[in-house]
């Protein structure tokens, strides 16, 4: 099987055993070209995850395996749509949510809120991702972001262990739902400068 790399081809006998040296030699080459992972392509099939299971399952069929990366700002424009997108879908759904806990929550606000919990997991490392990149004239600001919700999630992971549905509202409407109009607003100004 050939592996195609950033500049270079390199054959490896079609074994389990050459998975592990390829993957080794696909992240040495991600490290020297100084370049984000974006997926594989196996025998002409993109593959975007669990890459190394694919490769075990088909080990004997593989012919050529293509890297295909991205540079740091084509990584953090795709992180940064991705961000601003998101947040654009949450808005109205935080807004309805706010309302179900400020009346009776129902089962399916107690999922809506579950989601917001894992999007704002999301969010936190997608914006340290970002950061961590120097996105310099907005880094600021979305760590703002950041340390904010890190400052929130507490007393809202505190209201819903106390049942304190007011609370819980008020934390979304008030603290929450403000980031996340705030970072709509910071990554609408980011694809401005990545244009450039």
Not at 11 to 24: A, C, F, H, P
Not at 125 to 149: A, F, P, W
Request: glycine share 4%; charged share 25%; with cysteine.
């Amino acid at each position: 099987m050939e592996l195609h790399l950033t500049k270079e081809i390199i054959t490896y006998e079609n074994s389990v055993e050459n998975i592990e040296v390829l993957i080794q030699k696909i992240n040495e080459d991600l490290e020297k070209n100084k370049l984000y992972f974006s997926h594989l392509i196996i025998n002409g099939t993109e593959v975007y995850r669990d890459f190394e299971y694919k490769l075990t399952e088909d080990i004997g069929k593989i012919e050529k395996i293509q890297l295909v990366t991205k540079t740091i700002k084509e990584f953090i424009s795709d992180l940064t749509v991705s961000l601003n997108e998101y947040c654009g879908r949450a808005v109205p759904i935080i807004k309805q949510l706010t309302e179900q806990f400020y009346q009776s929550p129902t089962e399916e606000s107690w999922v809506l809120l579950q989601d917001l919990l894992e999007g704002l997991n999301w969010i936190y490392n997608t914006i340290k991702g970002i950061c961590n990149m120097e996105l310099d004239e907005y880094r600021e600001n979305l760590l703002l972001v950041s340390s904010h919700l890190d400052n929130e999630l507490p007393n809202l992971l505190e209201a819903i262990e106390n049942h304190d549905f007011i609370l819980i509202g008020d934390i979304i409407s008030y603290e929450i739902l403000p980031q996340f109009e705030s970072i709509i607003s910071i990554t609408e100004k980011t694809f401005r400068v990545i244009k450039k």
